[in-house]
């Protein structure tokens, strides 16, 4: 039971909450005391919008290519931003690999951003943009009689979809306690166990406590549960797919979106430790069956990345860190998928974000064939 259970659901939140909640916490920082200086000088210069927007779709989690979606749909940066933005990002998957492996990371996040950055030079020397062809069919508009007006277009459309962070309780278990808080005072304990376990720097029986209680174990589980249950009172929506969460206006909902968005990648990781866990140890299935190899495996890679959100993906990478897939076909899904930038932008401008998703298959088949030659 332990083995099969317990061990997977403390590995989700020692070996990758702990970090996950640790990072985005320090690029949430970044983003709410900074954000104004990067998007003001990206709509001052639009000839650098591709090199922002994969500078922004690159960093881990999905603000950053969230912040332009509104952009776009105002007519402030190119569809090429857009698209460099989406290639470049893997959406909170960032957050599996980071943890995992830092060095791969950065040379699998460098990639994404030197195909981010070509794609979306190409697709603006292409003068591909689907709202301006639109606007271009677009009847002109009808001049009002005199005497007459005409009604104000609403900015609700331009504002986006409204959705708050989460600031719920966790029922009854943790009264009058609020989720960040559980959150955080478990995650900084478990942060100090997990350092030197996971880097290898004490034997974990060395930490094993009075009465024989494994730290590592306890906390991990706990930590996965409390991530569950932060996850099941946002309703398992994450927090991170609106202007307003990804760009929050107090240091304080910047700590709750952080909990949030690390609670949900830990439910998820969670999910896919213990869906491998529980397969291998019952069926002897290691992976090598899965026909995810080759050029098959490439575009199911690139398919799965046209899934809009991040729930799937961060399973679909969990499984590579599992040792369940090849790396052409991770590739192939970092490209391709764009997180939960996807879902402002089709609500800002559906046609454009179709066009979009499409668009980013192109490079994930491509990179992903180049890296079955290569390697």
Known sequence: MTELVLRPLADAFMQVGVYVAVMVA???WLRWRYGDRVTDGLTRRRRVGPLVGALLGVTPGC??????????????????????????????SSWVVLAWNPVFALQLHALLFVVGLATGYAVDALGIDPARSAARRRPAP?????????????????????LTSSRRLLGGLLPRMPASTAFWGLTTPAFAVSVPVVFQLVDPAALTLIGGVDPYLALG???????????AAGRGRLADDSLETAHASTMAATMRHSAHEASFVTVWVAVAYLGWQVLSATTGFDGSQ????????????????LVPGCALQIVFTGLYVSGGLPLPTLVANAISQDGDALIPLAALRRHSAVVATLITTIPAAVVGGALLVFL
Request: charged content about 5%; glycine content about 18%.
């Open 26 to 28: 320090l690029f949430g």
């Open 63 to 92: 603000g950053g290519a969230i912040i332009l979606m509104p952009l776009y749909a105002r007519g402030r940066v190119s569809f090429g931003t857009v698209v460099g933005a989406l290639v470049a990002t893997m959406g909170d």
């Open 142 to 162: 009808v001049a009002a009689l005199p005497g007459t007006t005409l009604p104000r277009p609403s900015l609700a459309a331009d504002a986006g979809p409204d």
């Open 221 to 231: 589980v706990l930590g996965t549960v409390v991530a569950a249950l932060i996850f």
């Open 290 to 305: 899965l026909v995810l190899t080759g050029l098959v495996g490439v575009l199911v890679g690139a398919a799965i990345g």
